[in-house]
């Protein structure tokens, strides 16, 4: 069973430029959350996709966006980059549907993106 | 609205000893409750959770945790600190508003075990 990954490993990016962050979700999941983790601090919540569709959002402007695709996999996408947005994003797959007790989120490795 | 506060940044303890560390959650609703370690430059792996079953949770590498609803806590435990155990600790609690399924994590403590 493929766990979740995510890429890539490392970026760089300047202030104002967009970034595009990818995650593969765990065989079997349907959705995927993927949250912010500033230097020592807890993961925020950024937003989270159940069947392509945005299931939830934290407290993050209308410039971090996403996708979820058919096969379940998603992209984080970050336009007009700020310093602030130097973090570990980690993405975390999981397998809902309506009305289940929540099950558990499974994170990938996370994509350390550094803004000059 | 859920949160969760650890107590104590970071934590040392000696090869051998007992590890405790402490989280305190806020709930309006029933929570469920995980402990996940980070090793450096890596990301989140779970060690246990809570869903209302029994009140001591089992997880990995020797940890436990228990569950107590009268003093709202969650706190970690393992009777032996291994080097290994060496890590950042975070307790997250789940919450559920308006269909969605999201953790909301406490700041972390930092594991150092001393030879």
């Known amino acids: 069973e493929t766990g979740v990954t995510q890429s890539p490993t490392h970026l760089i990016k300047t202030r104002g430029q967009q970034v595009t962050l990818r995650c593969s979700s765990q065989?079997?999941?349907?959705?995927v959350s993927w949250y912010q983790q500033a230097l020592g601090q807890g993961p925020q919540f950024i937003f989270q996709?159940?069947?392509?569709?945005?299931?939830g959002r934290g407290n993050f402007p209308p410039r971090f966006s996403g996708l979820q695709f058919p096969n379940y996999s998603s992209e984080l996408n970050v336009n007009a980059l700020e310093l602030d947005d130097s973090a570990l994003y980690l993405c975390a797959s999981s397998r809902q549907d309506r009305g289940w007790s929540t099950d558990t989120q499974y994170f990938g490795p996370g994509t350390r993106l550094t803004v000059l | 609205a859920q949160s969760v506060t650890q107590l104590g940044s970071h934590v040392s303890v000696s090869e051998g000893a007992l590890v405790l560390l402490r989280c305190n959650y806020s709930s309006s609703v029933p929570p469920y409750l995980f402990w996940y370690v980070q090793y450096p430059n890596q990301g989140l792996q779970l060690l246990l959770k809570y869903t209302s079953a029994a009140t001591l949770v089992k997880g990995i590498n020797g940890f436990e945790a228990e569950f107590k609803k009268s003093e709202t806590s969650f706190h970690l435990t393992k009777p032996s600190a291994h080097m290994s155990d060496a890590a950042e600790y975070f307790c997250?609690?789940?919450?559920?508003?308006?269909?969605?399924?999201?953790?909301?994590f406490g700041t972390g403590t930092r594991l150092k075990v001393l030879a």
């Open positions: 997250a609690v789940s919450a559920l508003p308006s269909g969605t399924y999201k953790y909301i």
């Open positions: 996709y159940y069947r392509e569709e945005e299931n």
């Open positions: 065989s079997g999941h349907n959705t």
